[in-house]
């Protein structure tokens, strides 16, 4: 494996880790300031997210419509400045359950795009 393929997995996974915890300092330490996030249009939240004022808003509404300390990273594959994240994780209300895929970019060493795609997000939606 390559070191900038090992720095990938290791950023990625520090920032699934501090987005468990809560840990919003050390979630953003390893997102770049022009991030751009990607959610789903069919979310009541869904849309593109620019900036990291944009996402800090964004993950205001994340962390109201998920149990973020539920978060199951099942695995993460990363090659080069890309990584893809299999999560699952439940919802706030605990009346269900989300499966998802996160494919990040890195560039200079920080998380610079995030592409979230759900599979049966039907309890969000309800």
């Not at 359950?97 to 309890?123: C, K, P």
């Amino acid at each position: 494996m390559s070191e900038l393929t090992e720095h990938t997995r290791q950023v990625i996974t520090a920032m699934y880790a501090a987005e468990k915890a809560g840990d919003t300092e050390s979630l953003f330490a390893v997102i770049d300031d022009d991030v751009v996030i990607r959610e789903p249009s069919f979310l009541p939240y869904g849309g593109v997210y620019s900036g990291s004022a944009d996402v800090q808003r964004l993950f205001g509404v994340v962390a109201q419509t998920y149990d973020l300390s539920s978060m199951q990273v099942d695995r993460i594959a990363a090659d080069g400045v890309h990584a893809f994240a299999f999560i699952r994780l439940s919802t706030a209300d605990g009346r269900g359950e989300v499966d998802m895929v996160e494919v990040s970019t890195l560039r200079n060493g920080l998380v610079v795009e995030i592409a979230v795609y759900m599979h049966d997000a039907g309890s969000l939606i309800a």
